[in-house]
Structure formats: C-alpha cells, structure tokens
T-cell receptor
C-alpha cells in the first residue's frame, strides 16, 4: 500500500540553526501539506502546497518557514532559524485528485535545544 | 471557517465496557468527517471517515461513528474496549473539493483501565 514517508524520524537541533524536514508524498498525489503538533496539544495546519506554490498558510507559518518541492518526489519544510517553541512533531500529508482524505506520514519529532 | 470541538480531554473506561467519544463540528458548507487515533509516540492512523451516504460509519478495530447533521455531531463509539485501545483520538473535518485542509479537534485521551 502506498504511504507518505518522512525523514528523519527524530531530529535534534540547536536554537538558531536551520533545519530541513523531508517528506516523500505518495506518487501521483497533487496536494501536499505540513501540520504541526506541539507535545500534548492538537494537530495544527501549517501550509498547503499545490501546483508548485503555497495555496494556504496559517498564522504559524511565518517568514521563518518555507516549503519546497525540489524535484518530482520530495516535499520539504525548512525552518530558517529554529526557536525552542518550534519543538514539535511535524506531519507531512498528501492528497490525490480523486482521493477523499489526505494520507499522513509518521511524523518527524523536532527537538530544539 | 470550519472548527471541531472535542469536549472531553480524557475519558477513563474499564476494559470491556462501552465508550463514546464526543465530537461536534461547525462548517458553513458540507463536510467530510474523520476520526484518527494516535498511539504514544506514533503518527496518525485513520480510524474511519464519513463522506456521504449512510450516517453510520464503521471503521477499524471495532469502532463506529454516527454522523448527525442536525446536531452537527460525529461521535465515536465502541461497544467493548480493550487495553490496546488506550490512545489519543482526534476528530477532524475537511471540506470536499479543492485542497481540503484538515482541521483537527483538541483530542480525547482514552484510558482503558484493566
């Protein structure tokens, strides 16, 4: 069964460093998303991406964040200068044109120290 | 804008007892509704979904949910829980069509007591 894969599963980074979280969506899917879950809290929408551009972003997705689809398979989330409060589980998701629900990856746990 | 309310942050229940986890939503248009389960330190697993048609939806692990449009609810039920059902459960909503951003509720921690 096709699945969304995320790497790494856990990343530890120092405050102020740049970090890139990687996702391989399901091939032939067209819509891509990043969500965030701070420990003990709900899953929050960050950004959606379609046709090589951002289609919607939340208030959380400020100038420190960027997304990219550098090739035909990867979808990345970059945090330019990490803060302690960026520590969270980050989920990637993708949706096909004929699908009714997004498929989520297993997440990357980001710890900023 | 769509939103989801899960009023119960924690629900303790004895093993083999029935359980209901409550979810209410609001949206100005028709919706798709989902329940996800998250086991400790793991990702999100889809339990079940309502898209259209029959209001009673059956999912994995013996769970079911009923869509009630008049009460804007989508409560999750299981007639007899197991220890292995201990997890956090998230209700979620999206709007059909387009890029379908998913909005999650705050989650309900189900604790099954032996």
């Amino acid at each position: 069964e096709p699945e969304v894969t995320q790497t790494p599963s856990h990343q530890v980074t120092q405050m102020g460093q740049e970090v890139i979280l990687r996702c391989v969506p399901i091939s032939n899917h067209l819509y891509f998303y990043w969500y965030r879950q701070i420990l003990g809290q709900k899953v929050e929408f960050l950004v959606s991406f379609y046709n090589n551009e951002i289609s919607e972003k939340s208030e959380i997705f400020d100038d420190q964040f960027s997304v990219e689809r550098p090739d035909g398979s990867n979808f990345t989330l970059k945090i330019r200068s990490t803060k302690l409060e960026d520590s969270a589980m980050y989920f990637c998701a993708s949706l096909g044109n004929m699908n009714t629900e997004a498929f989520f990856g297993q997440g990357t746990r980001l710890t900023v120290v | 804008a769509q939103s989801v309310t899960q009023l119960d942050s924690q629900v303790p229940v004895f093993e083999e007892a029935p359980v209901e986890l409550r979810c209410n939503y609001s949206s100005s248009v028709s919706v798709y509704l989902f329940w996800y389960v998250q086991y400790p330190n793991q990702g999100l697993q889809l339990l079940l979904k309502y898209l259209s048609g029959s209001t009673l939806v059956k999912g994995i692990n013996g769970f079911e949910a009923e869509f009630n449009k008049s009460q804007t609810s989508f409560h999750l039920r299981k007639p007899s829980v197991h220890i292995s059902d201990t997890a956090e459960y998230f209700c979620a909503v999206s709007e059909p069509g387009g890029y379908q951003k998913v909005t999650f509720g705050t989650g309900t921690k189900l604790q099954v007591i032996p």
